[in-house]
């Protein structure tokens, strides 16, 4: 199984910051990458698909980059509904996997 | 608007079975490939399985921790995904999501249900 990681597991941000995570994958998956937002008591919704594709709807402070075993997501200007917890994904090979997550907290 | 509603949740003694269902509306649902992901409290998004559509002949992938347990079908003259639980144990504990796939190149998850709680216990 491919095996997700993210960094940092928690970031305490404050509204403005830029931010930067980091998914590493255990062996290449090309750009099969997605990206997920996650509020506490709420499905998780897409953000970023095929590494750096933005999803419909989804404000552009989001942007994904990468491709093979590392990839970021980074939210350009940190706004409040930003406060999350977001997850990688891989689709390259089955089982599809998710990483750990990085949960967004308010400084 | 697309939408999903999962239903089904409950609880259920260890041992027992269960039958999720996943109601698709707002979107040609026999186009696209479902899958189930599920999160256990306090925990990480697992994915559990996934169907193809009828033009990848309905084929089926499982997390090999569901596998020979749980049972995905999909009835596209209803618009319904189904999840068969049998053999349920209390690691099975989690909200289920079903969610529609998006495809550029792989399938992708664009949209999610709200979610079904399952808890396993005696």
């Known amino acids: 199984d491919i095996q997700l990681t993210q960094s940092p597991s928690f970031l305490s941000a404050s509204v403005g910051d830029r931010v930067t995570f980091t998914c590493r994958a255990s062996q290449g998956i090309s750009s099969y990458l997605a990206w997920y937002q996650q509020k506490p008591g709420k499905a998780p919704k897409l953000l970023i698909y095929?590494?750096?594709t933005l999803q419909s709807g989804v404000p552009s402070r989001f942007s994904g980059s990468g491709s093979g075993t590392e990839f970021t997501l980074t939210i350009s200007s940190l706004q409040p509904e930003d406060f999350a917890t977001y997850y990688c994904q891989q689709l390259n090979n089955y089982p599809i996997t998710f990483g750990p997550g990085t949960k967004v907290d308010i400084k | 608007e697309v939408q999903l509603v999962e239903s089904g949740g409950g609880l259920v003694q260890p041992g027992g079975s269960l039958r999720l269902s996943c109601a698709a509306s707002g979107f040609t649902f026999s186009d696209h490939y479902m899958d189930w992901v599920r999160q256990a409290p306090g925990k990480g998004l697992e994915w559990v399985g996934r169907?193809?559509?009828?033009?990848?002949?309905?084929?089926?992938e499982y997390a090999a921790s569901v596998k020979g347990r749980f049972t995905i079908s999909r009835d596209d003259s209803k618009n319904s995904l189904y999840l068969q639980m049998n053999s349920l144990k209390t690691e099975d504990t989690a909200v289920y999501y079903c969610?529609?796939?998006?495809?550029?190149?792989?399938?992708?998850?664009?949209?999610w249900g709200q979610g079904t709680l399952v808890t396993v216990s005696s």
């Open positions: 095929a590494a750096s």
């Open positions: 969610a529609r796939g998006l495809h550029s190149s792989v399938w992708y998850f664009d949209y």
């Open positions: 169907i193809r559509n009828k033009a990848s002949s309905y084929t089926i």
